[in-house]
């Protein structure tokens, strides 16, 4: 198993651009979520997923999109880059009922 | 308030020496507990649960205090593997599986 996969590792963008930060899971894992990290914040919850079809917002989820069309697949949209959204992003995966969330490796976004 | 605080690092400690982490939380309803371990700029893992009755992992224990709202993690016999960031994790109100993480406090294991 790749666990949870994380596509772009790095990606640096203009204020104003959108993109999609990739993440799958090959667990079957019912519960998807996005976090970012900042220094002196620890991570913060932004959307998340009970289950293929079903969305919700986080703690921070302004500024971001999701979408979970497969157990597999939870991508993350940012619509319109701010320099605030620079920072580090994971995905986490789990069972459901279970408390252990499986992370992503990360993608470090820097908006200029 | 934040709704979970930990100690400030970092801690720098020699190989071979106990240290211990202290975390506190604010939602008295929160009914799990966890540490998470960080390597520098890679993910969190899970490095143990903390149960009400206090639990131990080989050289990590870790214990819960509801009526303080207190959460504590030791270690003994320090490796330079242990060299890491931990994070104090709770989950937040209404929901088993969002958790709420702490700062994160660094320790550095020295030769």
């Known amino acids: 198993n790749a666990g949870v996969t994380q596509t772009p590792k790095f990606q640096v963008l203009k204020t104003g651009q959108s993109m999609t930060l990739q993440c799958a899971q090959d667990?079957?894992?019912?519960?998807m979520s996005w976090y970012r990290q900042d220094p002196g914040m620890g991570l913060r919850l932004i959307h998340y997923s009970v289950g293929a079809g079903i969305t919700d917002q986080g703690e921070v989820p302004n500024g971001y999109n999701v979408s979970r069309s497969t157990t597999e697949d939870f991508p993350l949209r940012l619509l319109s880059a701010a320099p605030s959204q620079t920072s580090v992003y994971f995905c986490?995966?789990?069972?459901?009922?279970?408390?252990?969330?499986?992370f992503g490796p990360g993608t470090r976004l820097t908006v200029t | 308030r934040k709704e979970v605080e930990q100690d400030p690092g970092p801690f720098n400690v020699p190989e071979g020496a106990t240290v211990a982490f202290n975390c506190t939380y604010s939602?008295?309803?929160?009914?799990?507990f966890f540490w998470y371990r960080q390597d520098c700029r890679k993910e969190p893992k899970l490095l143990m649960s903390?149960?009400?009755s206090g639990n131990e992992d080989g050289r990590f224990t870790a214990q819960l205090n509801r009526a303080s709202q207190y959460i504590s993690l030791l270690i003994r016999d320090s490796k330079l593997s242990d060299s890491a960031t931990y994070l104090c994790v709770v989950n937040r109100l209404g929901s088993a599986r969002q958790l709420t993480f702490g700062s994160g406090t660094q320790l550095t294991v020295l030769p």
């Open positions: 667990m079957n894992h019912e519960y």
């Open positions: 986490a995966s789990s069972r459901q009922g279970a408390h252990e969330q499986y």
């Open positions: 939602n008295s309803a929160s009914q799990s």
């Open positions: 903390v149960y009400s």
